[in-house]
């Protein structure tokens, strides 16, 4: 159940509506004109809820649901129980996704700035956007429409930011173009000076990172994480993707359309990953290597190579899935042999 302390329920909804917003088919015509009031788990849903299941590991406690409606593969729709009705779906997930968030909807922004927010004149705002305390936004800056900016964030000179954008509180973004669209989490730092050094015995001597941060349409950036701007080149990150917590993107990397890239990762500088790329958490890549379309990369990975297109890499160094795993049950049986030995 969600908190009515900080979440609002809109509905109610008839099934009819939700199948027609989901593109899923009613497994009863006849019950079109139920109405339900909210969303909720197969355990927790009462007959006036939907729920949904998409793990066949569930398929018992989908059996013995009381939720009034379920959107279910049409597979296992035959599971439910009397008085359930099913929305089939192929993705029951995504269904169900698109239903949560007709139950919950994003509050629009509304056209306001806050007393204490700071700024400059030269700055373009849009229209319709929130501006919330202690927001300090800087010369020359562009906001498209309908924009949220929460508390105490800091907008440097000359960024772009196009329509639709949240940003949350305590932000820094600078040195960077940003596409509509984008929501970006409490706490990440966008655009600050990439981590770049000539060697010298009598000391460090900085490189300028002379680049920009370009971020593509409905990208998703995570509370704490950091993108550094490029040193020469930009650094770019690909529409669609979503970037979890605590990631870290170093200078002059690029990142494909709709990656995945699981909090804790560190993308060292110069690294491309192509469309579809998901990486898990805490896995490391190293600098100036290739991923390829569609690779994923295993929780802990150590990355040390170019990895090919559709390739599923585990372990430090990483290798192809299949060889790690071989290679971690010949480790044991080795470690069980030897202890028979002894």
Do not use: W
């Amino acid at each position: 159940m969600a908190d009515k302390r900080f979440f609002k329920v809109a509905g109610p909804f008839t099934l009819g509506q939700l199948a027609e917003m989901t593109g899923s088919v009613l497994s009863d015509p006849a019950a079109a004109s139920k109405s339900v009031v909210d969303v909720a788990t197969l355990q927790e849903a009462s007959s006036e809820k939907i729920g949904f299941l998409d793990n066949r590991k569930y398929a018992d406690v989908f059996r013995h649901t009381k939720a009034g409606a379920v959107f279910v593969k049409p597979e296992l729709a035959s599971g439910a129980p009397s008085g359930t009705v099913c929305l089939t779906h192929k993705n029951p997930y995504k269904a169900y996704a698109i239903a949560a968030q007709a139950f919950y909807p994003v509050e629009a922004p509304r056209d306001s700035r806050a007393p204490t927010a700071v700024i400059d004149s030269s700055a373009i705002i849009g229209k319709d956007c929130t501006i919330e305390h202690g927001v300090v936004i800087g010369r020359d800056v562009k906001i498209g429409n309908r924009c949220r900016i929460q508390a105490h964030t800091v907008i440097r000179d000359g960024v772009e930011i196009g329509d639709d954008a949240d940003i949350g509180p305590n932000v820094y973004i600078g040195h960077s173009i940003i596409g509509s669209k984008a929501r970006i989490h409490p706490g990440a730092v966008i655009g600050r000076q990439g981590f770049g050094f000539a060697l010298d015995p009598a000391g460090y001597i900085a490189v300028p990172q002379l680049g920009r941060v370009i971020i593509g349409d409905d990208v998703e950036v995570g509370a704490n994480t950091t993108v550094d701007r490029g040193a020469g080149p930009d650094t770019e990150i690909g529409q669609g993707t979503r970037i979890d917590n605590l990631v870290q993107i170093a200078h002059n990397v690029k990142i494909g359309k709709y990656c995945v890239i699981v909090a804790q990762t560190g993308i060292s500088g110069s690294t491309h990953l192509a469309d579809y790329v998901m990486t898990g958490g805490q896995a490391g890549l190293a600098g100036h290597l290739h991923i390829g379309q569609g690779a994923k990369i295993g929780a802990q990975a150590g990355i040390m190579r170019d990895v090919p297109a559709g390739e599923e890499v585990l372990g430090s160094p990483a290798l192809p899935i299949k060889q790690f795993m071989r290679q971690f049950a010949l480790l044991g049986q080795l470690a069980a042999k030897k202890g028979n030995d002894k």
